[in-house]
Each structure stands twice: as structure tokens, then as C-alpha cells.
């Protein structure tokens, strides 16, 4: 798990150096900070907890709790409570129209 964290927070802060928008007057943008600092965390995290058992586990196992009914239901809920709650932006809309150009009729 912290490989993963770290490979994801370490691929986010160069990732953002490709955008092509203002992104404020510093070098790195907020994003990057916040990405750069959660993994000091997550690098000590296996060092400092109590049970050592979390890194014991196989990926067969792993795998295996992606087919607990429960976990999925679970998953599809937490999915569909952020697509209710974020799905809709308060901030921007669209609009779609259609016409028809008579003078090509």
C-alpha cells in the first residue's frame, strides 16, 4: 500500500507540470504540495505501526475480497452517495442545442 501512495503522489506532482493553465504565481501548485507531503506519512507508516501483520498479507487474498458481495455492495454505495452528492456542478453548466441550417435543405 505505501508503494502504490507514493508512486500515485510522486506521479500527480510531475503530472501537474504538463498542465497548461495559470496555476498561480509559485512553481508547484497546491495539489503538488499536498501530494508531495502526504507521502512522508505513508513512507513511515510500516515502521510505525504497532501490528506488522498488515504487511503480511498475500495478493491472492487481496484479490479474493474484491469478490465479497459485500465489498462490492459496499463500493457501488460509496459510489453512488459521491455521484449524488459531486456529480452535479453547482458552479458551470451546459447547454446543448441542435439546428437545422435550412438554407442546406
Known amino acids: 500500500m505505501p508503494a502504490t501512495w507514493m508512486t500515485s503522489q510522486a506521479w500527480r506532482v510531475y503530472s501537474e507540470t504538463f498542465r497548461a493553465d495559470y496555476r498561480g ?3 508547484l ?18 515502521f510505525l505501526l504497532p501490528d506488522q501483520t498488515l504487511l503480511r498479507t498475500s ?3 487481496e484479490f479474493g475480497i474484491l469478490w465479497d458481495p ?4 459496499a463500493v457501488q454505495g460509496i459510489w453512488i452517495a459521491l ?11 451546459s447547454d446543448l442545442r441542435f439546428r437545422v441550417r435550412t438554407d442546406r435543405i
Open 59 to 61: 495478493l491472492a487474498e
Open 25 to 27: 504565481p509559485g512553481r
Open 70 to 73: 459485500e465489498a462490492i455492495f
Open 29 to 46: 501548485t497546491a495539489y503538488q504540495v499536498m501530494a508531495a507531503i502526504s507521502v512522508a506519512p505513508r513512507a513511515l507508516a510500516p
Open 83 to 93: 455521484f449524488l452528492c459531486m456529480g452535479r456542478s453547482t458552479q458551470t453548466w
